[in-house]
């Protein structure tokens, strides 16, 4: 089992920055990709950044030269949020994916006001 948990979500103005944080517990070991997905209100969960156990970042197009995906050990993940839009809006949730499951956090809110 892997348990993960966000923070770092908050309210902030259009332009603004914020950084996610995704801390990782339990059989981290067997992890071979996190990635960070968001869900806007009404909308369905959307992908939004990859990486992998070997550092490999990858991101939704929508994203690409403002957010950026990171980490410091094989328990923290981090999202870098920069020149954030009103459509950055939603909640945004950790995943772990392991060779057999996949496995989520609870989600943290991002609110960008315009």
């Known amino acids: 089992q892997v348990q993960l948990v966000e923070s770092g979500g908050g309210l902030v103005q259009a332009g603004g920055s914020l950084r996610l944080s995704c801390a990782a517990s339990g059989r981290i070991f067997s992890i071979n990709a996190m990635r960070w997905y968001r869900q806007a209100p009404g909308q369905q969960r959307e992908w939004v950044a990859t990486?992998?156990?070997?550092?490999?970042a990858n991101y939704v197009d929508s994203v690409k030269g403002r957010f950026t995906v990171s980490r410091d050990n094989a328990k923290t993940v981090y999202l870098q949020m920069n020149s954030l839009k009103p459509e950055d809006t939603g909640v945004y949730y950790c995943n772990a994916l392991t060779k057999d499951n996949n496995y989520w956090g609870q989600g943290t809110q991002v609110t960008v006001s315009s």
């Open positions: 990486i992998t156990s070997g550092g490999i």
